[in-house]
């Protein structure tokens, strides 16, 4: 049975950091990549960033890259997403996928139930 669960969420103000972190229980898959999306208010959900757990390739959406940054810890399974310089544009609610490809939220097959982020 495989668990995801998002901590780390919550109200910054624009130009500030927040630091996500995803724990992922009874997950040993290493075929895909492990992600995180982000669907705002009243819009689709999109990819931000991804990571292959065998290697150190690593995809960010145009929007976020250099200021984000994916990392994992494979011995404890946690995967974490470093957001600084946060703006208004980031608000949404994030979420910590597994098993997938990049940045393309179909192919994904584990989810968690997500984090709100909301910067002001």
């Known amino acids: 049975h495989v668990q995801l669960v998002e901590s780390g969420g919550g109200s910054v103000q624009a130009g500030g950091s927040l630091r996500l972190s995803c724990v992922a229980s009874?997950?040993?898959?290493?075929?895909?990549?492990m992600g995180w999306f982000r669907q705002p208010p009243g819009k689709t959900r999109e990819g931000v960033a991804a990571i292959w757990p065998a290697g150190p390739t690593t995809y960010y959406a145009d929007s976020v890259r250099g200021r984000f940054t994916i990392s994992q810890d494979n011995a404890r399974n946690v995967l974490t997403l470093q957001m600084n310089s946060l703006t208004p544009e980031d608000t949404a609610m994030y979420f910590c996928?597994?098993?997938?490809?990049?940045?393309?939220?179909?192919?994904?097959?584990?989810w968690g139930p997500g984090t709100q982020v909301t910067v002001s």
């Open positions: 009874g997950y040993t898959g290493r075929t895909g990549c």
């Open positions: 996928a597994a098993g997938g490809y990049r940045l393309v939220a179909a192919g994904y097959k584990f």
